[in-house]
């Protein structure tokens, strides 16, 4: 059985339950614009495989919540992909449950998947070195691709946080962002002379070279004037990461680990680089510190004489 995940096909109308759902959990569970949106569509395409066999959303038990799963695993998605449709049938019964339109929970009994407990994989330093002096700061768009690269790396931002900064978010007399993240959670996520020095550079002479005589309350745009997309800078991540001689793969998400994990690995607390990323659970951080012991391992079996 392929374990790969087939091509997603386009969601199906939802009933209009689904749309209630998502407006509620918007405001209740603080749950992103991109999660609800995959919600929206694990909900709509769960319907359509209840409605074919005459059962609405809302009156599922747990046997069809099982039987949808495996059905599922024996279309090639992961595991992975139905740990989130499950969490997304969990929010769903349980808001259906307070609003009183079922007598019980499905999914309280139903048993979430067992993961493979991966390590983040992040760049070396030396590789982040080569990879933020890669681009050409002689020309505009290389200045605002340095100012990115070095933000990023200098504060853990998701690539979505990274791009949706405005202006008015930074503060380069104190060295700060305010950071609006999941669920529209804020931050103040320090910046460090280094990105406030490239940032600087980027506003007093990259933006305003793009822009021209237009206006933006966007902090990184393109020549057209736009506000840099989240493909867009994931293709300038790779056309760099390559000219650095970086062969693997890299993605924003990479950068983001790298921070956590170079931080961890010169001393920096726990708890301090939880709410540096964000993370609502200190437990989601805590991978980070596997990462760092690993690195410790392979740095004493290269080096220690009776390793």
């Keep these: 059985m392929s374990t790969r995940r087939p091509p997603a096909a386009a969601a199906p109308d939802a009933p209009p339950i689904v749309a209630r759902f998502a407006g509620a959990a918007f405001g209740e569970l603080g749950l992103s614009r991109n999660t609800l949106a995959a919600y929206r569509s694990d909900l709509a395409h769960f319907a359509r495989h209840l409605a074919a066999r005459g059962i609405a959303l809302e009156v599922a038990d747990r046997a069809e919540i099982y039987d949808y799963l495996a059905l599922r695993l024996r279309e090639g998605y992961r595991a992975r992909s139905n740990a989130r449709l499950l969490s997304c049938l969990r929010h769903f019964y349980r808001w259906l449950l307070r609003e009183g339109a079922v007598a019980a929970d499905p999914t309280a009994l139903v048993e979430s998947p067992k993961l493979p407990r991966g390590l983040p994989k992040a760049p070396g330093e030396r590789e982040v070195e080569a990879l933020l002096a890669a681009p050409d700061i002689a020309a505009p768009e290389g200045l605002r691709d340095r100012a990115m ?22 503060n380069l007399r ?26 600087s550079h980027w506003l007093a002479e990259g933006r305003p070279a793009l822009l021209g005589r237009r206006t933006s309350a966007d902090l990184f745009v393109t020549r057209r004037g736009a506000r840099m997309t989240r493909q867009a800078f994931w293709l300038r991540l790779r056309r760099h990461a390559l000219a650095a001689g970086i062969a693997r793969p890299l993605t924003p998400h990479g950068l983001r680990h790298a921070f956590a994990t170079h931080l961890l690995n010169h001393g920096a607390d726990l708890r301090a680089v939880q709410m540096l990323l964000g993370h609502a659970s200190l437990s989601t951080t ?18 220690h004489p009776r390793a």
């Excluded at 070095?150 to 008015?168: F, I, K, P, Q």
């Excluded at 104190?174 to 020095?197: F, M, N, S, T």
């Excluded at 596997?290 to 080096?303: D, N, Q, S, T």
């Design 174 to 199: 104190q060295g700060a962002l305010r950071v609006c993240g999941k669920g529209g959670k804020q931050r103040l996520v320090p910046i460090g002379d280094e990105a406030q020095h490239w940032l």
């Design 286 to 303: 805590q991978i980070y510190t596997l990462v760092a012991r690993e690195g410790l391992k392979r740095l004493h079996g290269r080096h």
């Design 149 to 170: 690269l070095e933000l990023l790396y200098a504060t853990g931002l998701r690539v979505g946080e990274l791009v949706g900064l405005r202006v008015d978010e930074v």
